[in-house]
């Protein structure tokens, strides 16, 4: 592993430095204006303050701060245990619903509070400050100060955008102002939306010529913003704009300053969809041209060993997440902290494994698996030669599916003849799962879980040291990782979990281009990229041969469908499917799925695959936006509250 930037450790310490003495508004300087020209005298020091502007996104490398990664209903931590554990993560739980509220907001990133990082207006106002004190250094030079002064436009647009995500329309804030300001000037208003996204665009602009294309100095600087990463970011943000939570939302009709000014555009734009995929190719274009695409497995330079086909597909997928991101090709960005989540994931693989109090409590719900394919490339209840009726009929492991099941091992029919993705994803009752740091051609050398009962191997002895749901989070927990024997200490091999990847990139693109003018070739060449990597044919072929529905990927309304699900396949679990569902107006129905695990402290098979519903979701509309705090409401009486709260 390459040495862990220090600079950008420096930088969280460095946090409270800057915002010491700051007011509650969002766009006044700091009044220690002795402290700032410190802060600037010289290079170093001016160095150590561009890196306080990195320091409130590197802290959200934990995910469980991320709104999109702990509300997308991928991943839970079961409510009843959170005291238990004494393991605290509120966004968790927002896939509930009725969890959020506007007197104590979950992941408050306009104030800063209950489990966000930090406040991001504050966050902008530090990159303000060092935008306006940027030529006080004597002995900077001009190509860094040009460098410089992009990555902070870049941060400041990404700051804009993070919550835009959360709030829609947001004061934006251009610059500090003084702190002799009039209260009033301080009372910033929301602006709409759309000019909220067009700034962050602005910006993105502005900074990219000046970027690298790429970090060449590794040990020192990966992490720090390229042209690849501000092009992919604007076409994200473009994306947004024309998806259909922004773009002419009815819901928000009136959603109006207290001046009667708009928010919300009025009607629907489908020409924004031509200007996201164009903003999406540059993006891709330019990551290809320095090597980028998607990652195949690469195999330790330790480890003597060709792979099985099988093992090398979902190796693949499960690389393109976990590997070390100097060695991923397909890796765009990610924060320079380590995902720390992993012994809350990962399965106990061998007999008297280590039972910690909080280890392997955050789990997939059930439904959640039901959105991957069969291995013929279409969904369960598609596919004419799937036996979904009788798919919770026992059946034992085969040879045919010996590295992804235990043969001679009692299951269920739903895990047999589904995508290599499933298997790459889950892990489960029966389940193989290449880890431990084992990696063979043997498949009885490779691990299995069993779950069945509390005096299995797998299973859940207690609810604050198991898996309550029996289905496990594995495409997040590295295979390298050992959770060894009781006397043996826990390994835990980390890594960086990517913000945005090639396949991401991949199902943008496609996503903007069926919006902007239906199927087309290219768009079915993306898609098919995708899943080629674990063996699936393209996605005319395989509805035309096995779906009930063959014309299904012909028409952009059916393809629409196809490629959403694409998406929450390829990425789930990756912080996602949170965003997505809200952008593309389909979280409602998405969380209306029961929350659902297997009878865990069952050991008969018949009794141990019965689905308990821990609870129902109650996600409404107002669940789309995050409320703005009371106090914050109170602070500043030129702000509106967001619809529906």
Known sequence: MKKNHLLFTLAIALFTFTIAGCKKFLDVVPPNIGTLEYAFRNRDEAEKYLFTCYSTLQQGSGMLSDPWFASGGDLVLPQEYLGSI??????????????????????NYWDGGNSATASYFDAIRRC???????????????SEKERWVAEVKFLKAYYHFFLAK?????????????VTAPTEATRSKREPVDSVLAYAVQLLDEATPNLPVQISNLDQELGRITQVIAKSVKAQVLVARASPLFNGNPDYAN??????????????????????AQACKEAIDLAESIGLGLYTFIIPSNVTLSLTDSLK????????????????????????GIFPHQERMHAKLVANSVNNRGMNTIVSPFGVTDLFYTNNGVPITEDRTWDYANRFDLQSGDAAHQYYLQQNYQTIKN???????????FGFDGGKW??????????????????????????????EAGNVFGIWPKKLCHWRTIFPAVGTGITIFNYHLPLIRMADLYLLYAECLNEANGPSQEVYAYLDRIRARTGLKGVVESWANYSNNPGKPLNKNGLRQIIHRERRIELCMEGQAGWDLRRWKEYIEAAATPIQ????????????????????????????????????????????QTPYW
């Open 415 to 425: 895990n047999f003849n589904r995508e290599v993705r499933y298997y790459a994803s």
């Open 597 to 640: 695990g297997w009878s865990v402290d069952q050991s008969e098979s018949n009794r141990y695959y019965q689905l308990i519903t821990f609870y129902v979701p109650s996600i409404s509309i107002k669940d789309y936006l995050w409320p703005v705090s009371m106090q914050e409401m109170l602070v500043n009486q030129n702000l509106v």
């Open 434 to 463: 290449a880890g431990n740091a084992i990696l063979s051609n043997t498949s009885s050398s490779i691990l299995s879980v069993q779950g069945k009962g509390v005096g299995s191997r797998s299973g859940a002895g207690s609810k």
């Open 166 to 178: 959360l709030y829609g329309p947001i004061p934006i804030v251009r610059n500090n102002l003084p």
């Open 313 to 336: 597909k979902e190796m693949s997928f499960r690389g393109a997440v976990t590997e070390e991101w100097d060695k991923n090709k397909e890796l765009i960005w990610a924060l320079n």
């Open 255 to 276: 959603f109006k300053n207290k001046d009667g000014s708009p928010l919300f555009s009025a009607a629907v734009n489908n020409s924004l969809w031509a200007e996201a």
């Open 128 to 142: 303000n400050t060092f935008l306006e004190n940027v030529d006080k250094p004597f002995d900077l030079t001009v």
């Open 86 to 107: 004494g393991y605290s993560a509120p966004g968790l739980q927002l896939v509930k619903g009725n969890v959020q509220n506007k007197d104590n907001p979950v992941l």
